[in-house]
C-alpha cells in the first residue's frame, strides 16, 4: 500500500489519506471544494464542482494516472435540486468517459460546502 499526496493540495484535516494505491487501483477520499492556491471555497455549485473535480484531477496526476482512468465516483450534495448543474459540469470534464458513479443527497456538508467526491481509478 502506497499513500499518494501532492503539494497543491492541504494536507487532511482529519486521520486519512489522500489518495491511497493498492494493487494498481487508487482509492482517493472526499475531496472538498477548497481551491489549492487561496484555501478558499468557489461560490456556486458549478464552481465548486469544477474545483472537487481539479483535485480529484491533480492526485490522479500526482499517481501517474488520469481522468480516462476512473472507475467510479460517488459524489454527495447539499441539495438534490443542485444535481442539474452538477452533472453539467461533470460530464464537461469527463467527456466521452462515463465512470460508474452514485450520488448521494447529504445535507450540509463540512466548512458549508455544497458538494464533495470520491472516485476509484487504476493506473
Not at 34 to 60: C, F, H, K, W, Y
Not at 102 to 107: D, E, I
Request: proline share 7%; net charge negative.
Amino acid at each position: 500500500m502506497k499513500t499518494i499526496h501532492d503539494d497543491g493540495i492541504p494536507p487532511p484535516g482529519g486521520h486519512y489519506s489522500p489518495c491511497v494505491e493498492h494493487n494498481g487501483l487508487l482509492y482517493i477520499s472526499g475531496q472538498l471544494p477548497l481551491d489549492p492556491n487561496t484555501g478558499t471555497i468557489p461560490e456556486g455549485i458549478a464552481a465548486q464542482t469544477g474545483q472537487v473535480l481539479s483535485n480529484i484531477g491533480r492526485l490522479l496526476h500526482a499517481a501517474g494516472s488520469s481522468r480516462e482512468k476512473v472507475l467510479q465516483v460517488r459524489i454527495y450534495v447539499s441539495d438534490i435540486g443542485l444535481w442539474d448543474q452538477v452533472n453539467e459540469v461533470y460530464a464537461a470534464y469527463f467527456g466521452g468517459h462515463k465512470p460508474a458513479r452514485c450520488v448521494v443527497p447529504s445535507g450540509r456538508l463540512h466548512h458549508g460546502c455544497l458538494i464533495e467526491a470520491e472516485a476509484l481509478a487504476f493506473l
